[in-house]
């Protein structure tokens, strides 16, 4: 019998995407738990015995300072080690929404720098996510355009829909050069788009974003960070307009984005 | 030594918040100004270096990809020099309110290993662009950039010394009110002086309680009998006597009722007697039962007057509240969903018809849905529906209506405490937060805050709340306690009071965490601090109850015992400052007697002249601030959190339709789902209150059973806000209304699980009062057996028909339709309880056969509105015929068929090939296949003589419906 695929979805003081965040990931066969920042922080669970992080959604902290910010750096000072460790043996990370902010403003995404990381001065923030230009906090749906390479958007159609939940949203890169690093590389996995695919406006694009992009990955495609929510189109009957469809699976668009991520781990980090 | 950091965009950003400042400026009809730009500012105060307030900004403050930023020392801050043609105000918030993002920053500040940081205070620096006038300027500021109750201009000439809020540390000096020695002027002083809103029976018989004892009561006590017997805890009238008298056609009858609450309300819960009503009216919130491991809960509270004052932050400690309500309900449920009722004056409304001294409507409205999303967003508690109303008698007294539903296991319900478990607060500190209201805060206030009611200057803490909640549920799965309540109005001394009822409870006040020093014993006891819950802790228990919370960053301290001597007992570092006999306090409240008058008023329907073409008519309809789309409103709530939404509050093609009720299914893997729908309806009430309780049980009913309710498991909640009733015409609307809650429930055999009441709505100007209309919610929680057979409101298919299902009268009376002309009317649309629930069964039973594509209730502005939005919601056209509608009524004409407000009515989308079994299950109903769904855009309905009465675009019906709100 082959061991089980673990996950960690950490949460702390407002993260509140956690539970659906485990309940993805455990439809699609992996072990779950479900994890306060603390523990981690005490060292009374380690990081070590899991295969995929995964950092939800929420407001972290309020989003008090900027969203994101103070999770990003309790990752950064306190955890880099433990993380860098855990990139380094292959394993997978995701980060959706406020945990797409956490990623980028630790500098774990995209992660552009070949520098050796001892700490967190190695890890230079070169994109960031602000407030909306719409200047207010909005949900709704959003068509993507899959592109780039990620292990966790393989098999994924050529637009996807999910919904946006957020005030800040809007992606920003340092620099022209960031920007065309992030395309040499393919790194830029999803761009918002019109319902037919082509370039959007507002609120097709819902916050702004330069480029359009709505998620991006690291250099490997294993470490995935997008704003939009997969875990919220899990199933058929979460989309908005699943009455007038015809069902054709139980599962919504963001349901292979959890099943790639288990599966990619059963084949690649566990042996026997 | 203190810091300040300026950090402001760098070039080529946008400033968006900028932009929305700039926005509502242009609502205050100001011109002349170009743009708005904003900056944040942080005050570090701490023993801390230089380089070390640089490192915090660097590390933490500012994103260097987008911002600038400039950090001195506050000695050697100089303002930027303000040039021509720009204008400057900093906004920070005043000593004692609290900040909201102070605390995480501290953290923030911690966990870069900077220890020594002791507080922080932020304000926001706006820089106005443009040529405008110092008069101007300050109504910018006072309108659109603060709130002066817990705002103010910072004055860069006397820059605060220190941050943090410090008072010497109180040292206990017992006082006692001479109440043996006061004759009944003296008594009525004291309880004006004391702003403890006793009436002179109830002086009276403190006054004899004490004389009996041989002492004057304490501050506290007197306090505490206040907070206990007030309207709000303990609801008078209620529960009082009232002598009602009803005139109708020339008949007076006059009835004497024994509480309100007991005789129409409960009775009507008691009569029907449902099984499945698991907990009602005795807990924080009505308990029912979902599926064999779980039940369900549902709360609808006001928060009315901090609304009116500090819009944001009314309403942002009213979901707080509610929320607690939910938390506290049993031995604590979890909340899966929140929906949000408001009342608002005309958003139009010019600024010189404003009544002094009070918010202009869309100030209001804007601020009170930032209020609601900051709080329901940051707890991830999905906001999933609501509505929203206008009327102008709401200009000073605006309505929020707070909602929340949870979930727990069934064997959670019940709690009791047990004589010896420990009392142990948890949450937030305590502060002199909503007692006696903004007095404290800054000098500034003078007259208002007199009439400033406690808790208007609150900001809520959503993410301590969450804490809180996760704290909550691990213990409480641990079953780490006995009973849990939460700290709402009259903070600790109704939590801990209503925990110690029965057995009595010591509590000493000077172990309860504040946020400052100086409180003294009274403000600690009163205190309205928020995110705080008490729990009853068995002292076998309480070392892993700590630790849990600990676990969970949650403050927990252990401030008392429930004793079993049957008094409530408060000491202060050992003085005893309060010792009151329960009983007394609980049931010495002496009985009064209201008079209630109700007069059938003198309307009559206005003769409409309907022109041949009603196409202006319907868009005017449409475009009605209670009838158009609440979209502006409605992104702003996250209403996916919790990944529980089957039917979301917006559907169609365009995601832009307006459901009739959201459904939810709560647990991941089952098929089970609720739906949540209000009803409510100002305009009926003018006419008779009766008939407005008996259309909004009505529409909160259908709207359940519209989407795929199972009429038979619905459950409702009543919230009546009135105005003074202590005077005969308000209280005798409400008795009305009371009454028509019992015959409509009872008939339809959906109890009431719990419910609520808030009075004296009313606001003086120059000695005349504007009171509210009468306004009842009605909150309506139903099963969906099975979510994958809902339905939603947009058309489908062309090709498919439309029925019309249930009887039209002519009842256009309190109708969108007539407000739009200018007139009331008279005929005030009814309910007919045996008919309804067969067409509310029969449309059920086509639902769950899967007969029904869509469906959408008939409500403000008829068949008209109901067909058009299923239209556009559907990107398809229609043409209809109302000839075909089942028409009552004696009055012919076309706007009347088209726009009545009748109960008890649907409009359904049936296909070809299902058409045959859906109209078998409507058999002896009355029903008319009244028009087809169309491919194309046009719109069209033919009149009662078979011409075209409306021929429309559908595209431009959306455009009207959707505009009016779109901000």
């Given at each position: 019998m082959s061991k089980k695929v673990k996950v960690i979805v950490i949460r702390t003081a407002g993260t509140n995407c956690d539970e659906e965040t485990a309940f993805a990931f455990k439809a699609q066969g992996a072990d779950t738990d479900l994890v306060h920042i603390n523990r981690l922080l005490e060292g009374?669970?380690?990081?070590?015995?899991?295969?995929?992080?995964?950092?939800?959604?929420?407001?972290?902290?309020?989003?008090?300072?900027?969203?994101?910010?103070?999770?990003?750096?309790?990752?950064?000072?306190?955890?880099i080690k433990s993380i860098n460790k855990f990139i380094k043996d292959g394993k997978l990370i995701i980060g959706i929404c406020n945990g797409f902010q956490v990623l980028v403003k630790s500098g774990f995404l995209p992660g552009l720098s070949n520098k050796k990381i001892n700490s967190f001065k190695d890890l230079p923030q070169d994109v960031t996510l602000i407030s909306n230009d719409s200047s207010k906090f909005e949900d709704r749906w959003t068509y993507l355009k899959t592109d780039g390479k990620s292990i966790w958007t393989e098999g994924l159609g050529e637009t996807v829909y999910y919904p946006v939940a957020h005030a800040e949203g809007k992606f920003v890169v340092k620099s022209k050069k960031v920007l065309e690093e992030l395309k040499k590389n393919k790194q830029i996995i999803f761009r918002y788009c019109n319902f037919s695919g082509n370039k959007p406006v507002y609120p097709e694009n819902p916050n702004g974003s330069i480029d359009n992009i709505a998620g991006i990955s690291d250099k490997t495609g294993r470490i995935l960070g997008l704003m939009p929510h997969p875990e919220r189109h899990f199933s058929f009957t979460q989309h908005p307009f699943w009455t007038r469809l015809e069902r054709k699976s139980d599962f919504g668009d963001g349901a292979l984005i959890f099943k790639n991520g288990v599966n990619y781990a059963k084949k690649n980090l566990i042996k026997g | 030594m203190i810091y300040r950091v300026e950090i402001k965009h760098k070039k080529g950003i946008v400033d968006s918040h900028g932009m929305s400042v700039f926005k509502s400026i242009i609502d205050l009809g100001i011109k002349g100004i170009k743009k708005v730009h904003v900056a944040q500012v942080y005050n570090l105060e701490g023993n801390i270096t230089k380089k070390q307030a640089d490192q915090i900004c660097k590390d933490l403050l500012?994103?260097?990809?987008?911002?600038?930023?400039?950090?001195?020392?506050?000695?050697?801050?100089?303002?930027?020099?303000?040039?021509?043609?720009?204008?400057?105000?900093?906004?920070?918030?005043?000593?004692?309110?609290?900040?909201?993002?102070?605390?995480?920053?501290?953290?923030?500040?911690?966990?870069?290993?900077?220890?020594?940081?002791?507080?922080?205070?932020?304000?926001?620096?706006?820089?106005?662009?443009?040529?405008?006038?110092?008069?101007?300027?300050?109504?910018?500021?006072?309108?659109?950039?603060?709130?002066?109750?817990?705002?103010?201009?910072?004055?860069?000439?006397?820059?605060?010394?220190?941050?943090?809020?410090?008072?010497?540390?109180?040292?206990?000096?017992?006082?006692?009110?001479?109440?043996?020695?006061?004759?009944?002027?003296?008594?009525?002083?004291?309880?004006?002086?004391?702003?403890?809103?006793?009436?002179?029976?109830?002086?009276k018989a403190i006054k004899a309680h004490f004389k009996k004892l041989k002492r004057n009561p304490t501050d506290c006590e007197l306090e505490?009998?206040?907070?206990?017997?007030?309207?709000?805890?303990?609801?008078?009238?209620?529960?009082?006597?009232?002598?009602?008298?009803?005139?109708?056609?020339?008949?007076?009858?006059?009835?004497?009722?024994?509480?309100?609450?007991?005789?129409?309300?409960?009775?009507?819960?008691?009569?029907?007697?449902?099984?499945?009503?698991?907990?009602?009216?005795?807990d924080n919130a009505g308990v029912i039962k979902f599926?064999?491991?779980?039940?369900?809960?549902?709360?609808?509270?006001?928060?009315?007057?901090?609304?009116?004052?500090?819009?944001?932050?009314?309403?942002?400690?009213?979901?707080?509240?509610?929320?607690?309500?939910?938390?506290?309900?049993?031995?604590?449920?979890?909340?899966?969903?929140?929906?949000?009722?408001?009342?608002?004056?005309?958003?139009?409304?010019?600024?010189?018809?404003?009544?002094?001294?009070?918010?202009?409507?869309?100030?209001?409205?804007?601020?009170?849905?930032?209020?609601?999303?900051?709080?329901?967003?940051?707890m991830g508690i999905p906001t999933i529906n609501g509505a929203i109303l206008f009327d102008d008698k709401f200009v000073g007294n605006p309505l929020v209506y707070c909602g929340n539903v949870g979930i727990m296991p069934k064997d959670k319900v019940f709690k009791k405490v047990l004589k010896g478990d420990l009392a142990v607060v948890t949450g937030g500190k305590t502060g002199?937060?909503?007692?006696?209201?903004?007095?404290?805060?800054?000098?500034?206030?003078?007259?208002?805050?007199?009439?400033?009611?406690?808790?208007?200057?609150?900001?809520?803490?959503?993410?301590?709340?969450?804490?809180?909640?996760?704290?909550?549920?691990k213990t409480r799965d641990q079953n780490l306690y006995n009973f849990v309540t939460d700290c709402g109005a009259g903070g600790l001394s109704s939590a801990a009071g209503e925990m110690g009822e029965k057995l009595g409870v010591r509590i000493d006040l000077d172990r309860v965490p504040l946020k400052y020093e100086g409180l003294n014993y009274d403000e600690i006891w009163i205190s309205e601090s928020q995110e705080r819950m008490v729990f009853s802790v068995p002292p076998n228990k309480i070392k892993k109850f700590l630790s849990v919370c600990s676990d969970e960053n949650v403050e927990a301290t252990?401030?008392?015992?429930?004793?079993?001597?049957?008094?409530?007992?408060?000491?202060?570092?050992?003085?005893?400052?309060?010792?009151?006999?329960?009983?007394?306090?609980?049931?010495?409240?002496?009985?009064?007697?209201?008079?209630?008058?109700?007069?059938?008023?003198?309307?009559?329907?206005?003769?409409?002249?309907?022109?041949?073409?009603?196409?202006?008519?319907?868009?005017?309809?449409?475009?009605?601030?209670?009838?158009?789309?609440?979209?502006?409103?409605?992104?702003?709530?996250?209403?996916?959190?919790?990944g529980t939404s089957i039917i979301k509050p917006l559907v169609g093609i365009n995601c832009d339709g307006p459901s009739d009720a959201s459904v939810i299914a709560p647990k991941f893997g089952s098929k089970k789902g609720l739906a949540i729908s209000n009803g409510i309806n100002v305009m009926y009430g003018k006419i008779d209150p009766f008939w407005m309780s008996a259309s909004c049980i009505d529409e909160a009913i259908r709207q359940v059973v519209s989407v795929g309710g199972n009429p038979e498991r619905i459950a409702i909640l009543d919230n009546f806000c009135w105005g003074n009733p202590d005077k005969p015409d308000r209280l005798g609307s409400m008795v009305r209304a009371a009454f028509g809650c019992y015959e409509t429930a009872v008939g339809y055999k959906v109890p009431f699980i719990s419910g609520k009441?808030?009075?004296?709505?009313?606001?003086?100007?120059?000695?005349?009062?504007?009171?509210?209309?009468?306004?009842?919610?009605?909150?309506?929680?139903?099963?969906?057996?099975?979510?994958?057979?809902?339905?939603?409101?947009?058309?489908?298919?062309?090709?498919?028909?439309?029925?019309?299902?249930?009887?039209?009268?002519?009842?256009?009376?309190?109708?969108?339709?007539?407000?739009?002309?200018?007139?009331?009317?008279?005929?005030?649309?009814?309910?007919?309880?045996?008919?309804?629930?067969?067409?509310?069964?029969?449309?059920s039973k086509a639902i769950r056969q899967g007969l029904v594509r869509s469906s959408h209730d008939c409500s403000e502005g008829g068949i008209g509105v109901a067909l058009a939005e299923m239209s556009f919601s559907g990107g398809l056209g229609v043409t209809a015929r109302l000839d075909k509608v089942p028409y009552k009524g004696t009055y012919k004409k076309n706007d009347a068929v088209l726009f009545s407000e009748s109960n008890s009515r649907f409009l359904i989308e049936v296909s070809e090939k299902n058409k045959n079994k859906f109209e078998d299950l409507l058999k002896g109903l009355p029903f008319g296949v009244i028009g087809k769904v169309e491919e194309g855009q046009e719109f069209v309905i033919y009149g009662l003589d078979g011409q075209p009465c409306v021929n429309i675009y559908t595209e431009d019906l959306r455009e009207a419906w959707k505009k009016p709100l779109r901000w």
């Amino acid at each position: 019998m082959s061991k089980k695929v673990k996950v960690i979805v950490i949460r702390t003081a407002g993260t509140n995407c956690d539970e659906e965040t485990a309940f993805a990931f455990k439809a699609q066969g992996a072990d779950t738990d479900l994890v306060h920042i603390n523990r981690l922080l005490e060292g009374k669970t380690k990081l070590d015995s899991y295969h995929i992080l995964a950092i939800p959604g929420g407001f972290t902290y309020g989003d008090d300072i900027e969203s994101g910010r103070i999770l990003a750096n309790e990752l950064r000072l306190y955890l880099i080690k433990s993380i860098n460790k855990f990139i380094k043996d292959g394993k997978l990370i995701i980060g959706i929404c406020n945990g797409f902010q956490v990623l980028v403003k630790s500098g774990f995404l995209p992660g552009l720098s070949n520098k050796k990381i001892n700490s967190f001065k190695d890890l230079p923030q070169d994109v960031t996510l602000i407030s909306n230009d719409s200047s207010k906090f909005e949900d709704r749906w959003t068509y993507l355009k899959t592109d780039g390479k990620s292990i966790w958007t393989e098999g994924l159609g050529e637009t996807v829909y999910y919904p946006v939940a957020h005030a800040e949203g809007k992606f920003v890169v340092k620099s022209k050069k960031v920007l065309e690093e992030l395309k040499k590389n393919k790194q830029i996995i999803f761009r918002y788009c019109n319902f037919s695919g082509n370039k959007p406006v507002y609120p097709e694009n819902p916050n702004g974003s330069i480029d359009n992009i709505a998620g991006i990955s690291d250099k490997t495609g294993r470490i995935l960070g997008l704003m939009p929510h997969p875990e919220r189109h899990f199933s058929f009957t979460q989309h908005p307009f699943w009455t007038r469809l015809e069902r054709k699976s139980d599962f919504g668009d963001g349901a292979l984005i959890f099943k790639n991520g288990v599966n990619y781990a059963k084949k690649n980090l566990i042996k026997g | 030594m203190i810091y300040r950091v300026e950090i402001k965009h760098k070039k080529g950003i946008v400033d968006s918040h900028g932009m929305s400042v700039f926005k509502s400026i242009i609502d205050l009809g100001i011109k002349g100004i170009k743009k708005v730009h904003v900056a944040q500012v942080y005050n570090l105060e701490g023993n801390i270096t230089k380089k070390q307030a640089d490192q915090i900004c660097k590390d933490l403050l500012v994103d260097e990809i987008t911002q600038n930023y400039r950090c001195v020392s506050i000695q050697n801050f100089k303002p930027s020099k303000i040039k021509k043609d720009l204008h400057v105000a900093e906004i920070a918030y005043n000593t004692g309110v609290m900040d909201p993002v102070e605390h995480s920053t501290i953290k923030g500040i911690k966990d870069l290993g900077i220890k020594k940081i002791q507080s922080i205070r932020t304000a926001k620096i706006y820089t106005l662009y443009g040529n405008i006038s110092n008069k101007n300027m300050d109504i910018i500021v006072n309108k659109a950039l603060s709130n002066k109750l817990i705002q103010h201009v910072v004055d860069y000439n006397a820059m605060d010394k220190t941050l943090s809020f410090t008072d010497s540390k109180y040292k206990c000096v017992l006082s006692h009110v001479d109440l043996i020695g006061a004759d009944d002027k003296k008594l009525m002083k004291i309880s004006q002086d004391g702003q403890l809103f006793l009436n002179i029976n109830e002086m009276k018989a403190i006054k004899a309680h004490f004389k009996k004892l041989k002492r004057n009561p304490t501050d506290c006590e007197l306090e505490t009998i206040a907070q206990t017997w007030s309207e709000h805890c303990y609801h008078k009238t209620f529960r009082g006597n009232i002598r009602y008298t009803e005139t109708e056609n020339k008949k007076t009858k006059v009835k004497t009722i024994n509480s309100l609450l007991k005789t129409t309300i409960v009775k009507a819960t008691t009569d029907i007697n449902k099984s499945w009503c698991v907990s009602v009216f005795h807990d924080n919130a009505g308990v029912i039962k979902f599926d064999q491991e779980s039940n369900v809960c549902f709360k609808v509270e006001t928060h009315n007057h901090p609304s009116a004052l500090e819009p944001f932050g009314g309403a942002n400690t009213g979901i707080g509240g509610v929320i607690r309500d939910i938390l506290g309900t049993g031995l604590g449920a979890k909340p899966i969903c929140c929906t949000d009722v408001f009342c608002f004056g005309s958003p139009d409304m010019p600024f010189d018809k404003l009544p002094v001294g009070t918010l202009h409507p869309k100030r209001v409205m804007k601020g009170v849905v930032s209020g609601v999303r900051d709080y329901g967003n940051k707890m991830g508690i999905p906001t999933i529906n609501g509505a929203i109303l206008f009327d102008d008698k709401f200009v000073g007294n605006p309505l929020v209506y707070c909602g929340n539903v949870g979930i727990m296991p069934k064997d959670k319900v019940f709690k009791k405490v047990l004589k010896g478990d420990l009392a142990v607060v948890t949450g937030g500190k305590t502060g002199r937060d909503g007692i006696h209201g903004a007095t404290f805060s800054s000098g500034e206030l003078t007259e208002e805050s007199e009439t400033v009611s406690s808790g208007a200057v609150q900001i809520g803490d959503p993410i301590q709340e969450k804490k809180v909640l996760d704290a909550l549920i691990k213990t409480r799965d641990q079953n780490l306690y006995n009973f849990v309540t939460d700290c709402g109005a009259g903070g600790l001394s109704s939590a801990a009071g209503e925990m110690g009822e029965k057995l009595g409870v010591r509590i000493d006040l000077d172990r309860v965490p504040l946020k400052y020093e100086g409180l003294n014993y009274d403000e600690i006891w009163i205190s309205e601090s928020q995110e705080r819950m008490v729990f009853s802790v068995p002292p076998n228990k309480i070392k892993k109850f700590l630790s849990v919370c600990s676990d969970e960053n949650v403050e927990a301290t252990v401030i008392g015992t429930f004793t079993g001597n049957k008094k409530l007992e408060l000491f202060y570092e050992g003085t005893q400052v309060c010792d009151l006999d329960m009983r007394f306090l609980y049931e010495g409240n002496p009985k009064i007697t209201k008079e209630a008058v109700w007069k059938k008023p003198a309307f009559v329907d206005p003769k409409t002249k309907p022109s041949k073409i009603l196409n202006e008519n319907l868009l005017n309809v449409l475009s009605h601030y209670n009838v158009c789309s609440k979209e502006w409103v409605i992104r702003q709530y996250d209403h996916e959190v919790q990944g529980t939404s089957i039917i979301k509050p917006l559907v169609g093609i365009n995601c832009d339709g307006p459901s009739d009720a959201s459904v939810i299914a709560p647990k991941f893997g089952s098929k089970k789902g609720l739906a949540i729908s209000n009803g409510i309806n100002v305009m009926y009430g003018k006419i008779d209150p009766f008939w407005m309780s008996a259309s909004c049980i009505d529409e909160a009913i259908r709207q359940v059973v519209s989407v795929g309710g199972n009429p038979e498991r619905i459950a409702i909640l009543d919230n009546f806000c009135w105005g003074n009733p202590d005077k005969p015409d308000r209280l005798g609307s409400m008795v009305r209304a009371a009454f028509g809650c019992y015959e409509t429930a009872v008939g339809y055999k959906v109890p009431f699980i719990s419910g609520k009441d808030s009075l004296y709505n009313e606001y003086m100007e120059n000695n005349k009062s504007i009171s509210i209309p009468g306004t009842i919610l009605i909150s309506a929680i139903g099963i969906v057996d099975d979510v994958n057979k809902a339905v939603t409101m947009d058309l489908k298919e062309a090709g498919n028909y439309i029925y019309c299902v249930g009887e039209t009268f002519n009842e256009l009376g309190g109708s969108v339709y007539l407000d739009t002309l200018g007139a009331l009317g008279a005929s005030v649309p009814k309910v007919d309880t045996k008919k309804g629930m067969k067409t509310f069964k029969a449309l059920s039973k086509a639902i769950r056969q899967g007969l029904v594509r869509s469906s959408h209730d008939c409500s403000e502005g008829g068949i008209g509105v109901a067909l058009a939005e299923m239209s556009f919601s559907g990107g398809l056209g229609v043409t209809a015929r109302l000839d075909k509608v089942p028409y009552k009524g004696t009055y012919k004409k076309n706007d009347a068929v088209l726009f009545s407000e009748s109960n008890s009515r649907f409009l359904i989308e049936v296909s070809e090939k299902n058409k045959n079994k859906f109209e078998d299950l409507l058999k002896g109903l009355p029903f008319g296949v009244i028009g087809k769904v169309e491919e194309g855009q046009e719109f069209v309905i033919y009149g009662l003589d078979g011409q075209p009465c409306v021929n429309i675009y559908t595209e431009d019906l959306r455009e009207a419906w959707k505009k009016p709100l779109r901000w």
